[in-house]
């Protein structure tokens, strides 16, 4: 059962289940063997029946005499999105995207199969692999030709597994960087604005909500000791190692995520098709049209940018600002100059391909500086509530950025809530869980958003802080 999500209860953005029902989050990884010593068959992949065991990961109820659950493949084949997006690629949808866009049979184009699959070298597959496997166990932990055997041996570690080509997803840093290979997108794993137009959703991502909706397989704590889920504060041999694990997934998180879009951005600003309006805020063309006393946009005027000209979407720092200039002042003064050159450059009609990429590369290079800080940071009851208080106080900010960034914070507060309520309750939670609920149902509809009424019920959840 997974006890977060039941910790949850509230009502997730429409967007967000699309997303996971019909698209990835994980991707290949590209593993590249250069050890002499490795064992033949070292970068092979064998999909997921070689993890399929009931002895294995194939149990159909947890255990609890191993250091991990072993109902790890049984969670996925049944409960788990991921496995279901090769198939959703041979859906009505899917045929109809790969028809628009001229691609054949969604199936079988590499542009399609880069995210709904794993999508490797013919050279790198075991007999046993299947690409209509979807997005498996290989996926996100490498291929496990090396370590399959191994790994099941008394005294075996974590160490010796990465070392045979296992993926370390127990750092942050690097788990981040496999959500986001697929679920923000490089060069050759990719969802643009013409992909978007053919009826591809947007790609949005941050890290502590998407993994608390996922049907939950994997385990935090010490090694060799029987753990609880990630930031859930336990007693006995289940306590956990980090309870404040919630908040250091967030706000590591959202430093990544920052980094590689602005990675993206500069390798994007070098492409054919220039600019790529998927970098810009989506429902600042895609709205519903009224009469213009009703506007609000046109209310507010366009400051910073021409009338007509689409704002680039910067939702990927709004909440970040906020982590960052709480954690380092220094750090965050600089991040703040750096994306306000590439805000000022990508809200122009024709943005300057040679300053874009130079201003993008120099706020990825900015974020990156802060990656390890901040994934290092203490976090505590105070840092989780002074967090929660100066991202909800920042509403109007936030808000005025559109619905993209309204969205980080609602997931943003939610998060941060429950990681605070579960550990030390507020006293008026209920009254905060419905306040913060409140911000989904304003999203519902992201045509119809409104950041005026949008910041006032951020305001409401500011003041419910105090």
């Known amino acids: 059962m997974n006890t977060k999500l039941e910790a949850k209860p509230f009502r997730l953005l429409p967007l967000v289940i699309a997303i996971l029902a019909g698209s990835t989050i994980l991707s290949p990884p590209s593993f590249a063997q250069t050890r002499t010593t490795a064992p033949e068959g070292v970068g092979k992949y064998t999909g997921p029946g070689s993890c399929a065991s009931t002895s294995c990961h194939g149990s159909i109820l947890p255990r609890t005499e191993n250091d991990v659950l072993q109902n790890e493949y049984s969670t996925w084949i049944v409960k788990d999105k991921h496995s279901k997006s090769y198939a959703a690629l041979t859906g009505k949808v899917g045929e109809r995207m790969a028809g628009i866009l001229g691609l054949g049979k969604a199936e079988t184009a590499p542009r399609c199969l880069a995210c709904h699959a794993l999508n490797v070298a013919p050279e790198a597959r075991a007999r046993t692999f299947d690409v209509s496997e979807g997005v498996s166990c290989e996926s996100c932990h490498g291929p496990a030709a090396g370590w399959l055997g191994p790994h099941t041996e008394r005294d075996w570690t974590h160490e010796k597994s990465v070392a045979l080509g296992m993926y370390d997803t127990r750092d942050l840093v690097r788990r981040t960087e496999k959500c986001l290979s697929c679920h923000l997108g490089s060069e050759d794993k990719f969802v643009n604005h013409e992909m978007i137009a ?33 930031g859930r504060k336990e007693t006995g041999d289940a306590a956990h190692s980090d309870p404040w694990y919630d908040v250091r997934e967030l706000t590591t998180g ?37 009469p213009p006393e009703q506007s609000w946009r046109q209310a507010r005027g366009y400051a910073g940018r ?18 960052v200039h709480q954690l380092d002042g220094q750090g965050a003064d600089q991040l703040d100059a750096g994306i306000a050159q590439v805000t000022q450059l990508m809200s122009q009609l024709n943005p300057d391909r040679d300053a874009v990429a130079s201003a993008a590369a120099n706020s990825a290079r900015l974020a990156d500086a802060l990656v390890a800080k901040i994934n290092a940071a203490n976090y505590d009851p105070a840092s989780t509530l002074r967090l929660l208080q100066k991202i909800s106080a920042d509403a109007d900010e936030i808000s005025a950025q559109g619905e993209q960034s309204a969205a980080q ?25 419905a306040a913060i609920s409140a911000l989904f149902q304003q999203l519902e509809n992201p045509s119809a958003y409104d950041p005026d009424r949008f910041a006032r019920q951020m305001q409401q959840v500011n003041a419910l802080l105090r």
């Not at 941050?206 to 994997?218: G, K, N, Q, Y």
């Not at 385990?219 to 060799?224: N, S, V, Y």
């Not at 941060?416 to 550990?423: I, K, P």
Request: proline residues 7%.
């Open 306 to 323: 021409r009338p007509g000209d689409p704002p680039w979407n910067a939702s990927r720092f709004a909440v970040f600002r906020d982590v």
């Open 409 to 433: 914070a609602a997931m943003a507060l939610q998060s941060l809530f429950v990681a605070y309520d579960r550990d030390v309750k507020f006293q008026n939670s209920a009254e905060l869980r």
């Open 198 to 230: 053919a009826g591809h959703p947007d790609l949005f991502f941050e890290l502590d909500s998407f993994s608390a909706v996922m049907p939950r397989h994997w385990q935090e704590g010490l090694p060799g000791r029987r753990q609880g889920e990630p």
């Open 254 to 290: 959202q430093a990544v995520q920052l980094r590689e879009s602005m990675l993206r951005l500069a390798s994007r600003s070098r492409g054919k098709i220039w600019p790529e309006y998927s970098e810009m805020q989506c429902y600042a063309c895609h709205h519903s049209l009224t």
